[in-house]
Structures are given as structure tokens and as C-alpha cells.
Nanobody, 118 residues
Framework: VQLQASGGGLVQAGGSLILSCEAS????????VAWFRQVPGKEREFVGR????????DYADSVKGRFSISGDIAKNTVYLQMNSLKPEDTARYYC????????????WGQGTLVTVSS
């Protein structure tokens, strides 16, 4: 599975962005797809995930109520809608995928940079 993340950019605090993660090679319907983010010098942070097979969408507490994940299986694309953005949301955002039976995310996109100005 190859993943391509896009949609990052510069936005003011309180604004919104939509990130996209498009997959090629395999259908997303058999995978769990997650978003992570990372700031240089800090550990990678889980943001949220979606799993069609088990019907699960969940989020990190830091983004709950502000971010939402959705997907379009026909387009093999997962979206991360980010609202009420804060400067602390500034990071490079990555999408990743794993098979439902696997604990490890084996497939990663290249990341897209989100910068939130105060």
C-alpha cells in the first residue's frame, strides 16, 4: 500500500483544514488507517484512526471534538477534518495503515505540514 498525504498549509488559529490520505495498491476497507503528527524533537503523537472492518473511529483526547476522520472507500481516501485549530496543532501530519489483524502500522505516507499561527 502506498499512501499520499496532502492538504497541509498555513492557517490562523481558529481556522480549519482538511487533510487527505489517498491509498494505492490495496483497498482501505481491509485496513485501519490512522493519523499521527510529529513536531521536530518530540515523539510522534497519535491523532485518530478509522477502521471500516470493525466500525471504529477514535481520537486522541487532545483533538477530540475538534478533529474528525472520515473516509471514501470508492476513492480509497481518508480525510482528517481539523477545526478550531490551535498553534499547538502545528506539526507534520502523517497517515499510516495497518491490516486489521496487525498491531503495527506498516505503511506510512510522507507527511504534510500544518502550521497554525497565533
Amino acid at each position: 500500500v502506498q499512501l499520499q498525504a496532502s492538504g497541509g498549509g498555513l492557517v490562523q488559529a481558529g481556522g480549519s483544514l482538511i487533510l487527505s490520505c489517498e491509498a494505492s495498491g490495496r483497498s482501505f476497507s481491509t485496513y485501519t488507517v490512522a493519523w499521527f503528527r510529529q513536531v521536530p524533537g518530540k515523539e510522534r503523537e497519535f491523532v485518530g484512526r478509522i477502521s471500516w472492518r470493525v466500525g471504529v473511529i477514535d481520537y486522541a483526547d487532545s483533538v477530540k471534538g475538534r478533529f474528525s476522520i472520515s473516509g471514501d472507500i470508492a476513492k480509497n481516501t481518508v480525510y482528517l477534518q481539523m477545526n478550531s485549530l490551535k498553534p499547538e496543532d502545528t506539526a507534520r501530519y502523517y497517515c499510516a495503515a495497518r491490516s486489521t489483524a496487525s498491531a503495527a502500522y506498516a505503511y506510512w505516507g510522507q507527511g504534510t505540514l500544518v502550521t497554525v499561527s497565533s
